[in-house]
């Protein structure tokens, strides 16, 4: 009897353990195939070797410096030899001793899990290294969800099948050493940093292949809790759990007890920083770039935040500093002179230099918090004028750094609108490619971008797009004018007539030749020529140069009135004149590849011949002048000599902007200065001139330039045609042969040629 029943007993157990391995195998076999859609799907083979995660486009300048990236979330691949072998002995020891050994799932730890489940007696996860890994790429419990989803109990179950299987396809699929770097580039570890690469970076600016045993330790007891365990916000629970890591390591023979000892009470020093696209360089650059490359990634079906594009910029990053810091210095300087002017008073100001009043009143109607404001309580409503009045802690831009304070609605507003911008750009134009972008003082603070999103009237530094039509036409450079009243009939306009008037507000009677005017910025002579031309050729040869916005063809176009432009476009309008006059319009991303470094698109700037080369240099020419005898002769002594350097300054009225370009053999580079809005500027028209609040900024940029060897510019002077000039540029020949007789054979153009 008590032979059967242990029979009984073998053949029972023996059945329910084939039972229990024919119902595993069925069940592995079912998830799958996703029986009945009970389980959900599980990724093919295809999706195993493209398992990456999102991954950040990364935006790379001309010299191979990283200027920022595009996320949802922050994420940059690593390889396995990119990783400290301190880093990989903490994660080991801390996630998956055994991972080494095993296929995928090991059993050992798996049975302890359960047995410390039913035991109450928890003593670790049976999740392996690779399960986990599973987990994150394919989201096994939220992705492709089966019917038996449903069921709370069962679901758990079904995730982890699920993970059993995708991780033995992943250790079939790839090495250990692959597996390793896939799951720290997968992982979370707080702060908006996905991926050990950002983590490392984000907390103490290193390389993955830096980090020692302290910074692993952290790094890595924050995996699975990255918000309680961040060591900027919970430090003694981070440091804690940091101990707890240590002690892994120590235990496992990785360090000896001395080392843990030191180790576990040092401090940890964190270089914390979280990257934003209000950090690093060119950030208002990067801002521009992102629409374009938006735009590019939605046509050519990719996606710019996940798909780990490497996006390479013309941008030079040694250059691109240096035009931050230029700004830097100078607005500082400017913006405590401005401020000084307007101690007391408002700066925003009419025609006749009276402040303009319920100025504020009319500003805030177009910030954010209004509109918001508005659609919740109404407009006039007493809790609107309640929420834009009352105080509260923020944090504030300034020249000294960021401010604590508390302000109302208005009064930030009121401090805001108290600051100079500015906008600078820098270009290569014999290639298009843009060097430099600084679109404004803080893009944290400030988003406007100055450079291509904001226009403005171009004052003087329209002028050379006149003379440019008076000498593609013939004209010389030598050509002389009276400085003399010229009046412009306006029949449907009241007055009918305009008389331009000359900065100082006189006209001298004096004679100039067309590049003494142009240097001297005499609007009179200017006017003279416009009055020849006529409006039409002059907005004909704006556009062939690269203008793009729209003029209005009226006689103030002369004085750079007739409408608003970019310094985007002047710059690469000026650059027509340094590359023998062809136009190659601005361009600032040169190719892009993907995520495995193939070429996507190399892009090609768009070119076309605007003047003829002759007519290029006389311009070059006549922009000397300005450097020589104008507007730009304060211009450093440093950066003249043994260099030729064409400038414009431009000014417009009542001195709202301030515009400087110049241009040398191989760069054009120029910048904007003014309020964000037009009645925000200096009493004093002479205070606010181009040649005092733009000048400078170029002037710093070039000399940083050119004490940079590696860079490539150097000075040097302006290429002369490859034929003869057919117009003779120096003024005492040309007023010789303009009085001799008609055997001398100079191309003289008379006035009556314009007519």
């Known amino acids: ?100 050994e095993h296929s995928g799932v090991d059993l050992r730890s798996l049975v302890r899990a359960i047995i410390g489940k039913l035991t109450f007696n928890f003593q670790g996860g049976g999740s392996t290294i690779t399960m986990q890994l599973a987990e994150n790429l394919y989201k096994t419990n939220s992705d492709k969800k089966g019917s038996l989803y449903e069921y709370s109990s069962i679901r758990q179950l079904i995730t982890k099948i699920k993970e059993w299987i995708i991780a033995v396809r ?12 896939m799951y720290l580039n997968t992982i979370e570890f707080g702060s908006n940093s996905y991926g050990i690469k950002v983590a490392a970076k984000t907390f103490f600016n290193k390389l993955p292949s830096q980090l020692d045993y302290q910074e692993s330790a952290s790094l890595v007891g924050s995996i699975n809790k990255p ?64 629409a374009h490359l938006i735009n590019w990634a939605n046509q050519n079906g990719y996606d710019l935040f996940e798909d780990g594009l490497k996006i390479y910029s013309t941008i030079d990053s040694r250059m691109q500093q240096y ?35 319920g100025f504020l009143n009319e500003v805030i109607k177009r910030t954010h918090t209004y509109k918001s404001l508005v659609k919740i309580y109404g407009k006039g409503s007493d809790s609107l004028e309640y929420y834009l009045h009352v105080k509260k802690p923020m944090r504030i831009f300034s020249w000294r750094g960021e401010i604590d304070t508390v302000f109302s609605t208005y009064d930030s507003l009121n401090y ?57 036409i013939g004209w010389s450079p030598c050509q002389k004018v009276v400085d003399a009243p010229v009046s412009f009939n306006l029949p449907s306009q009241d007055p009918p007539t305009w008389v331009p008037q000359n900065s100082n507000g006189r006209f001298t009677g004096e004679t100039f030749t067309f590049r003494e005017a142009m240097a001297r910025s005499v609007n009179s002579i200017t006017a003279w020529i416009m009055n020849k031309i006529n409006p039409n050729t002059v907005v004909e040869y704006a556009n062939k140069l690269g203008i793009e916005s729209r003029l209005e063809a009226v006689p103030s176009l002369c004085l750079g009135a007739g409408g608003d432009v970019s310094l985007f476009e002047i710059i690469g309008a000026y650059s027509t004149f340094a590359n023998k006059g062809t136009h190659i319009r601005p361009f600032f991303i040169s190719r892009i590849e993907d995520k495995n470094g193939n070429i996507i698109q190399q892009f090609v700037p768009d070119e076309r011949e605007a003047i003829n080369e002759e007519t290029a240099y006389l311009m070059l020419h006549m ?60 009493r004093e028209w002479y205070l606010g001139q181009g040649g005092r609040t733009a000048l400078p900024i170029y002037e710093k940029f070039m000399l940083k330039v050119y004490q940079d060897p590696t860079l490539g510019y150097s000075k040097g002077y302006f290429e002369k045609p490859t034929k003869p000039l057919r117009t003779v540029i120096n003024c005492d020949l040309y007023a010789e042969a303009s009085n001799a007789d008609d055997s001398v054979q100079y191309d003289v153009v008379k006035e009556d040629d314009f007519m």
């Open 323 to 357: 035009a931050e810091d230029a700004i830097a210095e100078h607005m500082d300087s400017l913006q405590s002179k401005f401020d000084k002017h307007w101690r007391g008073g408002n700066p925003w100001i009419d025609d006749q230099n009276k402040e303009i009043p």
């Open 227 to 290: 918000t309680a365990f961040n060591p900027v916000y919970n430090p003694e629970r981070a440091k804690n759990k940091r101990t707890e890591v240590l002690w892994n390591v120590h235990k496992y023979g990785l360090i000896n007890k001395s080392a843990f000892d030191s180790l576990k009470d040092k401090k940890l020093v964190l270089n914390y920083l979280v990257e934003s696209h209000n950090e690093g360089l060119a950030t208002y650059f990067r801002t521009v770039a992102k």
């Open 623 to 682: 922009l000397k002048g300005t450097i020589e005898i104008g507007s730009g002769r304060r211009l450093s002594e440093e950066l003249k000599l043994n260099n030729d350097v064409g400038a414009k300054t431009g000014t417009t009225q009542n001195a709202s902007d301030g515009w400087f370009i110049g241009v040398t053999k191989n760069l054009v580079a120029g910048s904007w200065v003014g309020g964000d809005d037009r009645s925000i500027r200096f």
């Open 1 to 100: 009897m008590k032979q059967k029943l242990i029979k009984i007993t073998i053949k029972t157990v023996w059945t329910g353990l084939i039972v229990a391995l024919l119902g595993t195998f069925t069940l592995f076999q079912m998830a799958k195939r996703d029986a009945f859609g009970w389980f959900g799907g599980l990724p093919g083979l295809q999706d195993l070797e493209r398992s990456d995660p999102d991954l950040s486009s990364e935006l790379i300048s001309s010299d191979g410096v990283l200027l920022g990236k595009y996320f949802r979330k922050n994420r940059t691949q690593v390889s396995y030899d990119e990783l400290s072998p301190e880093l990989i002995n903490t994660l080991l020891v801390t996630e998956d001793v055994r991972f080494k």
């Open 416 to 472: 805001y609108k108290r600051f100079l911008q500015t906008g600078f750009m820098a270009m290569d134009p014999q290639t298009g490619n843009i060097k430099a972008w600084v679109g404004g003082i803080n893009h944290k603070y400030f988003k406007y971008d100055h450079v291509q999103q904001g226009k403005r009237q171009p004052g003087s530094t329209f002028k050379p797009f006149v003379y440019t039509a008076a000498l593609d």
């Open 170 to 181: 992943l250790e079939r699929s790839y090495t250990k050493e692959e597996i390793l770097a």
